[in-house]
């Protein structure tokens, strides 16, 4: 069992940098890979980045590439959002699963509650 709880969203504007946190709890974290999804109203969650159990390995959107960073220490996952924009608008979920890193949320067990995000310009 994991229990994750997601922190650090809040009103930003386009161009800063935000970074939010997903809390773990349970044994087996340190087992599990991580990703963070994102979801706006009446749109379908969508992958922004994963990070596998070791930490050695990253996978991004290319929405967010090259100005998003995911990571991990020992309790916590972390993203960290660099220029952030309009489009980035939206409530954002950390996610765990015991296998690889896979891009659809339907193949994650366990998720938090979710944090908003918002952007403005």
């Known amino acids: 069992q994991v229990q994750l709880v997601e922190s650090g969203g809040r009103l930003v504007q386009a161009g800063d940098s935000l970074r939010l946190s997903c809390a773990a709890s349970g044994r087996s974290f340190r087992t599990v890979t991580m990703a963070w999804f994102r979801q706006t109203p009446g749109k379908e969650r969508e992958f922004v980045a994963a990070i596998s159990w070791s930490g050695g390995t990253t996978y991004y959107a290319d929405s967010v590439k090259g100005r998003t960073t995911i990571s991990r220490d020992n309790t916590k996952v972390y993203l960290q959002m660099n220029n952030l924009k309009p489009e980035d608008t939206a409530v954002y979920y950390c996610?765990?699963?015991?296998?690889?890193?896979?891009?659809?949320?339907?193949?994650?067990?366990?998720w938090g509650q979710g944090t908003q995000v918002t952007v403005s310009s």
């Open positions: 996610a765990a699963r015991y296998l690889g890193v896979v891009f659809t949320p339907d193949d994650y067990t366990y």
